[in-house]
């Protein structure tokens, strides 16, 4: 067999091999087991919430172990077929078996990728802040471009965006968004974009046609679920309320429905605008407090805290993540992976995988290194 399949068929393995070790395989098989037999107990629906955690938890079993199958099969009847097309110097059945090949290692590279989203709260559903930072007007024009990104990818995956609170800017844009982002591993894909974004173009603000530099901050964190317990005392808390603004339905600027809550000890701040009463939004604004602080809780257990926060300090030069030039040429590039691209249009529109996928690709090498030392 040629070099070049048996490289593209050791890729696919090794692939394989880490979906299999990340697992655990036994246990899984042996838990889906154990999670089916419960499926079938008629009683089983007489608790909801423990009923929709076993669910959830049974679809995310059953998908990784049927995915690890169906690589282990389609990887045997590609290999066979070339060895078959080979000796009878069938050159279609060759080629078609090599794509099947490139196929699966595409398939198995993002299975990799996926099996990354296995951290406590990867597989929640996401909140995600967006706050214009120096620049001005044109931050804050940058702000509604990087929500109109990631809306266009959620929408690419099936996700669903909900709006909680919006802050409109004096002349365009905005000065900061808080969205939930719905669809399985939400959270796992979205926190890789956590940081500062830096925007170069000529500004459509300025009337000498000058080249601008801008910034925007984003920050997410899970959406936590009743299995999650977090204690805030009320007494910790500073809760106001104001005037809604912005989008909202009739009910907007009409009474103190928006509802802010301050949390003295962390200095954590949350706000809620989009539901139609006070304690509806004061309802959100809870939900939202206690995912801050579960997030936060995770950030220390993983010992990156104190980076985090480094970075939170200044929304500006020297802090960014990624960079954005429209001009004097056209690219984006993370500044933590290298990877780079000249298609900004295709990333303002939502084509973030290759950025998400690097950063996860890159906590893989970390563990792979790990499991080998």
Known sequence: MRAEIESVAQEIQQAMALLR????WDEATRRLDELNALSEDPNLWNDAARAQSLMRER???????????????????????????DAEGDAEIVADAEAALEALRAEAQRLKLETLLSGEADGNDAYVEIHAGAGGTEAQDWAQIL???????AERRGFKVEYLEESEGEEAGIKSVTLRFTGAGAYGWMKTESG????????????????????????VYPVIDDTIDIVVEEKDCRIDTYRASGAGGQHINKTDSAVRITHNPTGIVVQCQMERSQHQNRAR????????????ELQIREEKANALEAA???????????SYVLQPYQMVKDLRTEVETSDVQGVLDGD?????????AARIAGAEDGAQA
């Open 21 to 24: 070790r990340h697992l655990d």
């Open 59 to 85: 679809t995310k079993l059953e998908a990784a172990i049927s995915g690890y199958r169906r690589l282990e099969t389609e990887l045997a009847d590609s290999l066979e077929l070339i060895e078959m097309g």
């Open 147 to 153: 929500t109109r990104m990631y809306m266009r990818w």
């Open 196 to 219: 500062v974004h830096r925007l170069v173009r000529i500004s459509p603000f300025d009337s000498a046609a000058r080249r601008h530099t801008s910034f925007s901050s984003v920050w």
């Open 285 to 296: 604004c809870w939900d939202m407090l206690k995912a801050r602080l579960y997030e936060r």
């Open 312 to 322: 939170k300090t200044d929304i500006g030069w020297g802090h960014q993540i990624r």
């Open 352 to 360: 973030l995988d290759r950025f998400m996928a690097a950063s996860l």
